[in-house]
T-cell receptor, first 115, second 112 residues
Framework: ETGVTQSPTHLIKTRGQQVTLRCSSQSGHNTVSWYQQALGQGPQFIFQYYREEENGRGNFPPRFSGLQFPNYSSELNVNALELDDSALYLC??????????????FGPGTRLLVL | GNSVTQMEGPVTLSEEAFLTINCTYTATGYPSLFWYVQYPGEGLQLLLKATKADDKGSNKGFEATYRKETTSFHLEKGSVQVSDSAVYFCALRTNTGNQFYFGTGTSLTVIP
């Protein structure tokens, strides 16, 4: 069984730039959730994708957007980067049946630094 | 709203000491409760979970009991090891939503 993988592991960008982060979900999982974890804080929910459509969103501005592909992998895009976007970005996959969502399994994260 | 409150760290214990990390929650509906662990430089790993009141989750010597009357899910281990040094996150997911709500984490350091 392949776990959740994310790329890249580290990234440095400058303010105003755009960034794309990638996630491959665990085998058999059809749902991907993205979280932002600032230093010393718990993860904050950004949004979730289920069957290629956004299925819930946290309190993040529209410059945070995403995609899910037919193979259930996913991308997180952030436009117009700000210094406060510096964080660890975590992807989590799960199996969602429409009635009950199973446990989310997390990838190792992408650490983004905005200068 | 939904939220999780954890005891503040950092926590430093000697090997073989007893561990308790407190977690209380506020939630709409009937949440499932989780403990995740994050080792240095890694993502979150599920440690244990409980899906209804009075359930006890357990794994690797860690235990937590879902207490609806006190809205708590405290993490305990009878004898910690150096390898347990990590950050521990309490989390909930409501039965009406699709996102997890995490506490701020509690850093544990176990010294030999």
């Amino acid at each position: 069984e392949t776990g959740v993988t994310q790329s890249p592991t580290h990234l440095i960008k400058t303010r105003g730039q755009q960034v794309t982060l990638r996630c491959s979900s665990q085998s058999g999982h059809n749902t991907v959730s993205w979280y932002q974890q600032a230093l010393g804080q718990g993860p904050q929910f950004i949004f979730q994708y289920y069957r290629e459509e956004e299925n819930g969103r946290g309190n993040f501005p529209p410059r945070f957007s995403g995609l899910q592909f037919p193979n259930y992998s996913s991308e997180l895009n952030v436009n117009a980067l700000e210094l406060d976007d510096s964080a660890l970005y975590l992807c989590a996959s799960s199996s969602e049946t429409g009635l009950y969502q199973e446990t989310q399994y997390f990838g190792p994260g992408t650490r983004l630094l905005v200068l | 709203g939904n939220s999780v409150t954890q005891m503040e760290g950092p926590v430093t214990l000697s090997e073989e000491a007893f561990l308790t990390i407190n977690c209380t929650y506020t939630a709409t509906g009937y949440p499932s409760l989780f403990w995740y662990v994050q080792y240095p430089g890694e993502g979150l790993q599920l440690l244990l979970k409980a899906t209804k009141a009075d359930d006890k989750g357990s794994n690797k010597g860690f235990e937590a009991t879902y207490r609806k009357e006190t809205t708590s899910f405290h993490l305990e281990k009878g004898s910690v090891q150096v390898s347990d040094s990590a950050v521990y996150f309490c989390a909930l997911r409501t039965n009406t939503g699709n996102q997890f709500y995490f506490g701020t984490g509690t850093s544990l350091t176990v010294i030999p």
